[in-house]
């Protein structure tokens, strides 16, 4: 069983700073891709950031210079910086990787349960 556990929600002013992690645990081989999403009331999950297992990132353009996603691969874990934090930032984050489990024939989608972000203005 593989598992991705996320923590580090909470709620903050505008112009506050919040940093997610999210550990995988389990009978992992590899992994590839990481990255976090977010979905906010009544719209759809969107990409806020990836990061490959070389270190390239993309972000989506409105966090670009204020959010920093980074992973540490001894841990299993993905991180995200977020500062400079804005109301319409409010949303659920869900972490996400692109996980090999050992005896398996290929990669798998996997997904944290989610943590709350509420930004007050």
Request: net charge positive; with cysteine; hydrophobic share 35%.
């Amino acid at each position: 069983q593989v598992q991705l556990v996320e923590s580090g929600g909470g709620l903050v002013e505008a112009g506050g700073s919040l940093r997610l992690s999210c550990a995988a645990s389990g009978s992992i081989f590899r992994i590839n891709a990481m990255g976090w999403y977010r979905q906010a009331p009544g719209k759809q999950r969107e990409l806020v950031a990836t990061i490959t297992n070389g270190g390239i990132t993309n972000y989506r353009d409105s966090v670009k210079g204020r959010f920093t996603i980074s992973r540490d691969d001894a841990k299993n874990t993905v991180y995200l910086q977020m500062n400079s934090l804005k109301p319409e930032d409010t949303a659920v984050y869900y972490c996400n990787a692109q996980m090999l489990r050992l005896l398996s024939s290929g990669f798998s989608d996997y997904w944290g349960q989610g943590t709350r972000v509420t930004v007050s203005s």
